[in-house]
């Protein structure tokens, strides 16, 4: 259903549900996932090692959800945020000559040939 605005533009409706992540008992799907396999794979693991008693470092993961959850209860995407955040503050080079601060720039500078050079066609 096309919908005319106040200034004769044709509007589309849009379902804003579709751009929200899956969730599980207020955690992303995704997160969810990837914490219960790892979690599975270290009880395996230490109860290969430590015995019937290591099953229990499986529970491991589950501090980690609750966290999720928490940093998830306002912003379905504050994971993805937050993992944005931590590759910026991990890839950042050259801070200590900016004044530690963050420097995004769309190209490379630095010591590297090929951002000066061209190649040979």
């Known amino acids: 259903m096309i919908v005319s605005s106040p200034d004769n533009q044709e509007v589309y409706p849009s379902y804003n549900a579709l751009s929200r992540v899956a969730m599980v008992w207020g955690v992303p799907l995704v997160a969810v ?65 900016f004044g530690n601060t963050f420097t995004l720039s769309p190209m490379k500078f630095g010591r590297r040939d090929h951002v000066y050079k061209r190649d040979p066609e």
């Open 33 to 97: 996932i990837v914490v219960g396999m790892g979690s599975m794979l270290l009880a395996l693991i230490s109860a290969a090692i430590l015995g019937a008693g290591g099953v229990f470092f499986g529970l491991v993961g589950f501090p980690v959800l609750l966290y999720f959850k928490q940093i998830c209860e306002t912003d379905d995407q504050a994971l993805r945020i937050t993992a944005m955040e931590i590759w910026c503050r991990l890839t950042r080079r050259n801070a200590k000559s």
